[in-house]
């Protein structure tokens, strides 16, 4: 614990030189597009000579022995028959018949990318799992915990029906620039007794190491989930959020909260463009 405390100490202080570059960053009139770029700036400095489309990689990116073996586990995946009871949850029948795939646009192929995305009533927000679990109580099916068990396998395989497209979220009028500032303002926003933010390890700090991990970049990040953890824990992209939040000693957000969904939102706008690929292996 107190060598943990020592490290994030540590990164703290590296914090300072790039002080400068907060202001700039600190939310402030929502602009999208020019946050975007501006992260871009800084990890174009951090990792020279990467090309972007490599920062879904995420901390792979800085370790080509790390990435070598990630090549190696991709190639025959020790996690399939998980994908594979995801898929008989996700053909599985409804109540009235139906299925899951109905409720989407193209089945569900070429959609996953296009979430977080403004509900139909304009106003709040909705993410790929929240829209399974409208399709399911549309049906009379009862929805499922939004991240773990069933919710989790479904979207293992789901979410890899769009694989390959590219990152394609939406923010769009007042009510979505709202939710984007909200969750931008959450990214940045210092917690916990390390008063610790978001953009503390994967914005200011990115591409340096953190006890024994590099800091991955927050483009990309959205882009491959769920995770499979060490090949066989399956984590989703807002149980990763938790457990960054538990590791600065912060009490996480509910995942399917709104302050969850909105941090959701503002961090997969920052990987448009990057392909998707779910279900990949992670340390
Ligand atoms: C004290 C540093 C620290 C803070 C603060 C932190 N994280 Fe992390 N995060 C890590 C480390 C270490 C990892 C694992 C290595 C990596 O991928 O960066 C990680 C991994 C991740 C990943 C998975 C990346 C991948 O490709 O698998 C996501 C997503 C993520 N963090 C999001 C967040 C969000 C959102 C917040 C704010 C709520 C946050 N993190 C706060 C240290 C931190």
Redesign the pocket.
């Known amino acids: 614990m107190e060598s943990r405390r020592r490290s ?1 100490q540590a ?1 703290s202080g590296l914090l300072l030189a790039l002080a400068l570059l907060a202001p700039a960053l600190e939310p402030a009139h929502a602009d999208p597009e020019a946050d975007r770029q501006q992260f871009l700036a800084v990890y174009a400095e951090r990792f020279p000579g990467i090309p972007v489309r490599d920062y879904v ?3 792979l990116i800085a370790s080509p022995d790390a990435r070598a073996q990630y090549e190696q586990i991709m190639d025959f995946p020790p996690f399939l028959t998980e994908v594979d009871r995801g898929r008989a949850l996700w053909e599985m029948p409804l109540a009235d018949d139906s299925h899951l795939a109905d409720c989407f646009p193209n089945a569900a192929r070429g959609q996953a990318g296009r979430y977080p995305r403004l509900d139909a009533d304009g106003a709040s927000l909705m993410t790929f799992e929240m829209a399974i679990n409208r399709c399911r109580e549309r049906a009379g099916n009862v929805p499922w915990p939004y991240a773990t068990g069933p919710m989790a396998l479904a979207t293992a395989y789901a979410r890899g029906l769009s694989d390959a497209m590219l990152m394609d979220v939406s923010v769009q009028g007042t009510a979505a620039l709202a939710h984007y500032e909200r969750g931008k303002a ?2 940045f926003r210092r ?1 916990g007794p ?1 008063n ?3 953009a ?3 914005l200011q ?1 990115a591409g340096r190491i ?2 024994t ?4 970049p ?1 483009i ?3 882009t ?1 989930w769920p ?1 499979f953890r060490g090949g066989e824990t399956l984590t989703t ?1 807002q149980g ?2 938790r ?3 538990e ?2 000693r912060v009490v996480p957000f509910a995942p399917g909260s709104e302050e969850m969904n909105d ?1 959701e939102y503002f ?1 997969s706008y920052l990987s448009n463009g990057l392909p998707l690929q779910a279900s990949v292996f ?2």
Do not use: T
């Not at 991990?213 to 991955?216: C, G, K």
């Open positions: 994030l990164a990689y995420g901390a959450l990214f917690m390390l610790f933010a978001c503390s390890c994967h700090n953190l006890r991990e590099i800091l991955s927050a990309g990040q959205a491959h995770v992209l990763r959020y457990r960054c939040m590791q600065i941090l961090h992670r340390k």
